[in-house]
């Protein structure tokens, strides 16, 4: 079992950047594949990006790609989301997940954060 604690959420304006962190605790990180996803109110929890244990295997929504990196540093037990040129349609909670390995579907991961709250204000 794993514990997971994002940070990093605030409020920013459009084009800013932002990193989102997700911190681990419990079992071992390094097994698990993860993944990020948002939720505006209102609407369902949607993919942003996944990544593979060892880091060498990603993917990203196509609202993201281009503007967001994942990635990971399993010796701090740490999942990032490097997020540049925001806009306002990326305003949302983001939550952090792990899972046995790469997906897109929230029902894929077993373990999540609470989340953290991005505003962006064009």
């Known amino acids: 079992q794993v514990q997971l604690a994002e940070s990093g959420g605030g409020l920013v304006q459009a084009g800013d950047s932002l990193r989102l962190s997700c911190a681990a605790s419990?079992?071992?990180?390094?097994?698990?594949?993860m993944a990020w996803f948002r939720q505006a109110p209102g609407k369902d929890r949607e993919f942003v990006a996944t990544?593979?244990?060892?880091?060498?295997?990603?993917a990203y929504a196509d609202s993201v790609k281009g503007r967001f990196t994942i990635f990971r540093e399993n010796a701090k037990k740490t999942l990032y989301l490097q997020m540049s040129n925001l806009k306002s349609e990326d305003t949302a909670v983001y939550y952090c997940a792990a899972g046995r390995a790469v997906g897109t579907i929230p029902a894929e991961f077993y373990y999540w954060g609470q989340g953290t709250q991005v505003t962006v204000s064009s």
């Open positions: 419990g079992s071992s990180f390094s097994n698990y594949a």
């Open positions: 990544i593979g244990w060892s880091g060498g295997s990603t």
